[in-house]
């Protein structure tokens, strides 16, 4: 096991320096103590702000959801940006309600789908491949998985030393351990152990990890071949994880296997990873990190941006 030391408290984090942060992490505290519908009301105005103090990421949003789904009217892109920015609000309150929340609170708003499908992966003597989905939602529904299956996960270290103070040691509350995101190594090895990991397939990491295969309406997006390296090297059942918001608060929506990834060639396979990882997104659109610059990387230096304009 190659697990990252947890980050200690230090005194050096009562000084004046980070005397801002705490400033912040009192108010999240405080606010996440009220109701859900309120916290939730708060959000929705915070990503209204959110949307005047960055209006370059809201533009992103639309593109993305133009590009990807370029079937639908410029008043639905439109809406649907216009929604994502309120979960973009709700984002932060999200991630305080995931590290600081109690348990007792968690499992009142949460629930699972599709468990059934890491309890056969287990008793066949595999680990769970889980590739999560880049929700604004995920650091909460983390918290909440991990109080029926605690996961492994990569970590990347804050810069600033008290966030990163509180950051590990809330994803930590209920889940086992995290590796650095370099290493490999030792992912695979928590996957031969049997374990559930999760890890992120659907971002850009740029040209030197990723083929070209299509996502939605692009057809050349950069997809990290990270995903089929771990699918074939480890002793895996590699499956979808996605977080959704409900009536009653949050699900984990667990979808069935996809073993079939490791046999197929890494285009096919990238192609069907990404088909199924845009249906999945379209159930529910507007929950989705659509502020990321996912098309960013071009197949050719002199292909001109997706961004532009």
Same mark, same amino acid.
């Not at 947890?6 to 912040?24: C, D, E, M, T």
């Not at 609170?105 to 468990?115: A, H, L, P, S």
């Not at 030792?186 to 659907?202: G, M, R, V, W």
């Given at each position: 096991?190659?697990?990252?030391t947890?980050?200690?408290?230090?005194?050096?984090?009562?000084?004046?320096?980070?005397?801002?942060?705490?400033?912040?992490v009192?108010v999240l505290?405080?606010?996440?103590?009220?109701p859900?519908?309120?916290?939730?009301?708060?959000?929705?105005?915070?990503?209204r702000?959110?949307?005047?103090?960055?209006?370059?990421r809201v533009?992103?949003?639309?593109?993305?959801?133009?590009?990807?789904?370029?079937?639908?009217?410029?008043?639905?892109?439109?809406?649907?940006?216009?929604?994502?920015?309120?979960r973009?609000?709700?984002?932060?309150?999200?991630?305080?309600?995931?590290?600081?929340?109690?348990?007792w609170?968690?499992?009142?708003?949460?629930?699972?789908?599709?468990?059934e499908?890491? &309890?056969?992966?287990?008793?066949?003597?595999? !680990? %769970?491949?889980g590739? $999560?989905l880049?929700?604004?939602? /995920?650091e =909460? *529904?983390?918290?909440?998985?991990?109080?029926?299956?605690?996961?492994i996960?990569?970590?990347?270290?804050?810069?600033?030393?008290?966030?990163?103070?509180?950051?590990?040691?809330?994803?930590?509350?209920?889940n086992?351990?995290?590796?650095?995101k370099?290493n490999?190594?030792?992912?695979?090895?928590?996957?031969?152990?049997?374990?559930?990991?999760?890890?992120?397939?659907?971002?850009?990491y740029?040209?030197? &990890?990723?083929?070209?295969?299509?996502?939605? !309406? %692009?057809?050349?997006? $950069?997809?990290?071949?990270?995903? /089929?390296? =771990? *699918?074939?090297r480890?002793?895996?059942?590699?499956?979808?994880?996605?977080?959704?918001?409900?009536?009653?608060?949050?699900?984990?929506?667990?979808?069935?296997?996809?073993?079939?990834?490791?046999?197929?060639?890494?285009?096919e396979?990238?192609?069907?990873?990404?088909?199924?990882?845009?249906d999945?997104?379209?159930?529910?659109?507007?929950?989705?990190?659509?502020?990321?610059?996912?098309?960013?990387?071009?197949?050719?230096?002199?292909?001109?941006?997706?961004?532009?304009?």
């Open positions: 096991m190659s697990a990252i947890a980050p200690s408290f230090k005194l050096a984090f009562l000084a004046p320096r980070y005397w801002l942060i705490w400033v912040g009192l505290y405080a606010i996440t103590w009220l859900l519908p309120v916290i939730r009301s708060i959000g929705s105005v915070t990503g702000l959110i949307g005047l103090i960055v209006p370059k533009k992103v949003a639309k593109r993305n959801i133009a590009l990807t789904y370029p079937q639908l009217s410029e008043e639905r892109v439109k809406t649907l940006a216009d929604e994502n920015l309120r973009a609000g709700m984002a932060l309150f999200e991630t305080a309600m995931g590290w600081w929340w109690p348990g609170r968690i499992k009142r708003c949460f629930e699972i789908e599709g468990y499908h890491v &309890q056969t992966a287990v008793a066949q003597g595999k !680990g %769970v491949f590739l $999560a880049h929700n604004m939602n /995920l =909460f *529904a983390c918290r909440g998985l991990g109080y029926t299956h605690p996961a996960a990569f970590y990347r270290k804050h810069n600033n030393p008290l966030i990163d103070y509180l950051q590990y040691h809330g994803r930590a509350r209920s086992k351990y995290m590796i650095h370099r490999a190594k030792a992912l695979i090895q928590a996957l031969d152990n049997q374990e559930l990991c999760l890890y992120l397939p659907d971002q850009d740029g040209k030197s &990890q990723s083929i070209f295969v299509p996502f939605g !309406g %692009v057809k050349e997006t $950069a997809t990290s071949t990270a995903t /089929l390296m =771990f *699918a074939r480890a002793n895996c059942t590699p499956m979808i994880f996605t977080s959704h918001y409900t009536a009653k608060g949050y699900k984990v929506k667990i979808y069935p296997p996809m073993p079939e990834l490791a046999d197929m060639e890494s285009y396979a990238l192609t069907h990873l990404n088909a199924q990882v845009a999945i997104v379209a159930e529910q659109p507007e929950s989705y990190l659509w502020m990321h610059k996912r098309f960013k990387t071009r197949p050719n230096e002199s292909d001109p941006s997706l961004y532009d304009g």
